[in-house]
Structure formats: structure tokens, C-alpha cells
């Protein structure tokens, strides 16, 4: 498959098989992931790998931080249509930041704009481990209503850095039509 054509087909995928990825080819999307570019070469991504095995406890610590948020009459959104993919995800990366805290209370204009390469770079490392699943016939969903278990989450997982997103990844078990986009028009100003 070229590149476009992993552009052109890559859906979000929300119904996966319960076939396990093997983790040869988890390797290589996570490698896909790291040869993204990033700003000064910062590298900023982390990676947490959660498999079949744990995936019942890190859905019971998502639902346990909706319950709170939900308690405090937050509305939930997606997120408990999301939990679902994760429970049938067989595998789930968690990516953060490396350079960024959870709770940065004092951080000078510096330190936030860095923040804001970082995260971009970040952006294009989650992109080409979508696109390298993609490649290989792994379907994939990046993720941020992981947000609704934020602390829980980052406790469960050992992490005090910024978590950014996470990313499902599993064998397709459905085959969605293109979500609708913008038109290059609609979006772009030529000079
Ligand atoms: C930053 C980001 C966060 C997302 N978070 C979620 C999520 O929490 N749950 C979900 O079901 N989809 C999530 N998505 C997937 C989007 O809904 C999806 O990409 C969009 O609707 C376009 O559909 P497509 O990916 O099939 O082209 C997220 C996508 C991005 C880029």
C-alpha cells in the first residue's frame, strides 16, 4: 500500500476482532512512531503498551473517573461509547509527554510554547503509527475521551507526565464510509 492509499482508506475503527496483534508487528508501528518528526528532535513521545490481558482493569479505572466526573454533572459526551472500543481493543497505547507534567502550576511563555511544539510532534507520531497500522491491515482509533479519567488514568498507569491521547489498535470488524470532510476550498487560502 503507498502512502495515499493509507491516507484515502485509514477509517477510525470502533469494532475490533478479538484476534491479537503480535507484538513483532506492534514493534513496527510503534517504530512508525517514533520516525515522525519532531521540533529539535525533542522525541517528546512516551509510549505505554496495554495488551489484552490488562484491558478489563484500565476500562474499570476509565469508568471509575466518568463515575466521578458524571457525580460532579459533567456531561459525559462519547466517552462511554469510547470505553466500549477499549474493552474490545486488543491492544491500547497510551502516549504522553515526556517534557510536560500533568500539573504544571508556574510554566513561563517559554516552557509553554515548547509545549505547544512538543504536542504537535507528538501529533505526528500518533498519524504514522495510525498510518502504519493502516499498512498492515490494523484498524485503529485515536482517542481523547480518555480526558473523562484523566488523573485515574495517569495514577493507574505510574505516569505524572502529560498524557496526551491513547490509541486502540486491533483487527477490523467493520468497515465504515468516509467520514464527511471540508473541501481543500473550503479550507485553503491561496496568495
Ligand atoms: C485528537 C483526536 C481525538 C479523538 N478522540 C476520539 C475519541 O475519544 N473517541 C472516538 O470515538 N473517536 C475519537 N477520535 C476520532 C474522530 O472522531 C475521527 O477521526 C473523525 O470523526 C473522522 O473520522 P475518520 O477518522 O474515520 O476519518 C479522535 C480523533 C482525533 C484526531
Given at each position: 500500500m503507498n502512502t495515499l492509499?493509507?491516507?484515502?482508506?485509514?477509517?477510525?475503527i470502533r469494532k475490533f476482532r478479538d484476534t491479537p496483534i503480535p507484538d513483532e508487528v506492534m514493534e513496527k508501528i510503534l517504530r512508525a512512531g517514533t520516525l515522525a518528526p519532531s521540533g529539535k528532535n525533542r522525541q517528546p513521545w512516551r509510549f505505554i503498551v496495554v495488551g489484552q490481558d490488562k484491558r478489563a482493569e484500565i476500562v474499570r479505572v476509565m469508568?471509575?473517573?466518568?463515575?466521578?466526573?458524571?457525580?460532579?454533572?459533567?456531561?459525559?459526551g462519547s466517552a462511554e461509547w469510547?470505553?466500549?472500543v477499549l474493552e474490545q481493543a486488543p491492544v491500547t497505547v497510551f502516549v504522553f509527554n515526556e517534557y510536560a507534567e500533568y500539573a504544571?502550576?508556574?510554566?513561563?511563555?517559554?516552557?509553554?510554547?515548547?509545549?505547544?511544539?512538543?504536542?504537535?510532534?507528538?501529533?505526528?507520531a500518533i498519524q504514522n503509527m495510525l498510518l502504519a497500522a493502516q499498512d498492515m491491515g490494523i484498524g485503529s482509533l485515536w482517542i481523547c475521551d480518555v480526558f473523562y479519567?484523566?488523573?485515574e488514568l495517569c495514577a493507574w498507569l505510574g505516569q505524572t507526565h502529560q498524557m496526551i491521547a491513547a490509541v486502540s489498535f486491533g483487527y477490523p470488524d467493520e468497515q465504515?464510509?468516509?467520514r464527511p470532510?471540508?473541501?481543500?476550498?473550503e479550507v485553503t487560502q491561496w496568495l
Open positions: 492509499e493509507a491516507i484515502e482508506q485509514r477509517r477510525s469508568r471509575e473517573g466518568m463515575a466521578h466526573l458524571k457525580a460532579q454533572g459533567v456531561n459525559l469510547t470505553a466500549k504544571q502550576a508556574h510554566r513561563d511563555i517559554g516552557d509553554a510554547l515548547m509545549d505547544t511544539v512538543d504536542v504537535q510532534s507528538i501529533g505526528a479519567a484523566y488523573e465504515p464510509n468516509a470532510r471540508k473541501t481543500v476550498t
